[in-house]
């Protein structure tokens, strides 16, 4: 729970642990703990706690510090209803969430880091590396300020800006926050978290026992091509990658998901559909038959910094075709929120982008 504050992050603390601070640190009776954990879990920062003294409030903000993020900008898709906010950190940072629809509930895709450092060339968020790993207060705050926003949440993907395996400890410490019946209480079975590949953490993940659903940043059949794409394949190949995932599920119990992203030219032909077939069913059969596993088929965004194009129509459902044929669940994932660039971190770029533009008018014109 570092950061540059000094003082303790009190999104971050559980509500023994805020318990514990508020009756031996700041001699205070353990009824305003409960008042104050469920303040933050609604969203509410110290200055909007209305049933507590003015006095305590404010004694408050000066021993503790509150990394509940702010909302900066907020757009709503005229399409299909998908919001995507910017928050603003402590530290002034932009972090990235969206809030999608569906039948079963509401879920939001949260961030775990400001930017990443995994380098892989198709995603937005790597461009300009990791700035700084989030709190797990930082994380659990995406969630309570869009519920305070109305967003009624039920499902979770950690799927945003950020490599969630490479803050691993906040991480864990956020989904302990965030599955707590004192807190959201967001059962572990509505939770995804994705990862590029971080093998040893995978097995690390699966004895924490969250039971959370897994995702794998696949993106190639081959370590030549997935090297070439993502820069993590060189420590863990698709070898070490798929050993540890096939561990998870006979840990856990929990269907792995895996996201390929169709790259026009470079992962999408037929062939590439096959070999990938033939990797499932040599890392993911057991007596004969295979595990259940889901495939989610992602035409790439198109990010202007990159020369990656979006593989045609036709090649994206002749993929998901032969996948299918194999008896491999895939599905060609739906594209939300188009109009208001929902795909991670092209939007925080362009915001950091208009900043720095804004800057240089008010010192002169850019070299």
Not at 208 to 219: A, N, R
Not at 266 to 283: G, M, R, T
Not at 335 to 343: E, M, V, W
Request: contains cysteine.
């Amino acid at each position: 729970m570092e950061n540059n504050i000094n003082r303790p992050d009190i999104m971050s603390m559980t509500k023994d642990e805020l318990r514990q601070y508020l009756t031996q640190k700041l001699d205070l009776p353990k009824f305003r703990a409960d008042q104050i954990y469920e303040w933050l879990n609604k969203g509410v920062g110290f200055e909007g706690m209305t049933n507590l003294p003015k006095a305590l409030r404010e004694k408050l903000a000066n021993e503790l510090f509150c990394s509940l993020p702010e909302i900066e900008e907020k757009f709503v898709s005229k399409i299909d209803g998908t919001v995507k906010y910017l928050f603003k950190l402590y530290d002034g940072n932009i972090i990235e969430s969206v809030v999608m629809h569906y039948s079963h509930g509401n879920s939001i895709c949260i961030s775990s880091e400001v930017g990443c450092n995994m380098g892989c060339r198709f995603c937005a968020s790597t461009i300009d590396g990791m700035k700084r790993k989030l709190l797990p207060g930082e994380m659990l705050g995406q969630i309570a300020r869009a519920n305070a926003d109305g967003a009624d949440i039920s499902n979770i993907v950690m799927m945003g800006i950020g490599e969630p395996l490479d803050n691993f400890d906040n991480v864990i410490k956020f989904l302990h926050l965030v599955t707590s019946e004192n807190g959201l209480n967001i059962g572990a079975r509505h939770i995804s978290l994705s990862t590029c590949g971080l093998a040893d953490k995978i097995y690390e993940l699966a004895r924490e026992s969250f039971g959370i659903t897994l995702s794998i940043s696949l993106h190639a059949c081959d370590d030549a091509t997935r090297s070439e794409i993502m820069p993590v394949n060189k420590k863990y190949n698709i070898e070490k990658l798929l050993t540890a995932c096939k561990d998870y599920f006979i840990t856990t119990g929990r269907r792995i998901s895996f996201e390929y992203t169709l790259i026009a030219g470079k992962n999408d032909s037929p062939d590439q559909a096959h070999k990938l077939a033939d990797l499932f069913y040599k890392y993911f059969t057991a007596d004969s038959k295979l595990l259940p596993i889901h495939v989610n088929l992602i035409p790439v965004n198109e990010v202007k910094e990159r020369d990656f194009k979006t593989s045609s129509r036709d090649a994206v459902n002749k993929f998901a075709e032969i996948l299918n044929k194999r008896k491999i669940n895939a599905t060609v994932r739906r594209k939300l929120g188009p109009d208001i660039n929902a795909s991670c971190g092209q939007l925080r770029r362009s915001y950091e982008q208009k900043k720095t533009d804004t800057l240089l008018d008010t010192k002169g014109s850019r070299v």
